[in-house]
């Protein structure tokens, strides 16, 4: 099966898990992508967002969330009270994984399977164990099926306080759509509105 277990390091903090990460070969998907983009913020942060994985943008520069959907998530996070310079942010999986028609066509985000979202697993769990969040904010279906298993369902538990064992350690998770969706919404406003208030419930646990 892939798997990014033998990739990961025994020990060390997120200085030696990313420069590890650089060279996983635990799936098919380090193939095709620029880099690995790793998780980015602080070892001591109260709160981690998880994301998907990688888009066009964060593979290009290799830091989770510097596109469209990372300022729209900046932004959110401002409102709702939460500093994002003060938050770690990472994805389910660290390669960008994407269709392209021909060479120099634009690269279209490809959702990642379960298998992929299993193999990269380890690595989120490192962070989880570094960075020890005291609460973890859920970014849409994807996140959710790596963190709490196939059967998530993001509409039944969005701005919800979850507690679950992740990893074999007890978390605290507040899920909530994907920045990304809120973006390609109908009705933006509502559903950033959405979003910001399951960001709020977030707030509430670490006020
Ligand atoms: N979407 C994600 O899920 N993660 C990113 O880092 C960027 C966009
Ligand atoms: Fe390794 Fe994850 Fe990249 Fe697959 S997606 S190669 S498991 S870092």
Redesign the pocket.
Known sequence: AYTAEPFVPGRGGLTALRRAAAECRGCPLHRDATQT?FGDGNKDARVMLV?????D??DRQGK????P??RLLDRALEEAGIDPSEAY?T?AVKHFKFTQAEPRKRRIHKAPTLREMTACGPWLAAELAVVEPELIVV??A??GKALLGSSFRVTQVRGTVLEEEIHGRPERLVPTV???SVLRADDREAAYRGLLSDLKVAARVLA
């Open positions: 983009v994301g998907e994985q990688p888009g943008q964060e989770p969330f510097v596109g959907a990372g942010v994805n970014l849409g994807t996140a994907h920045p990304s």
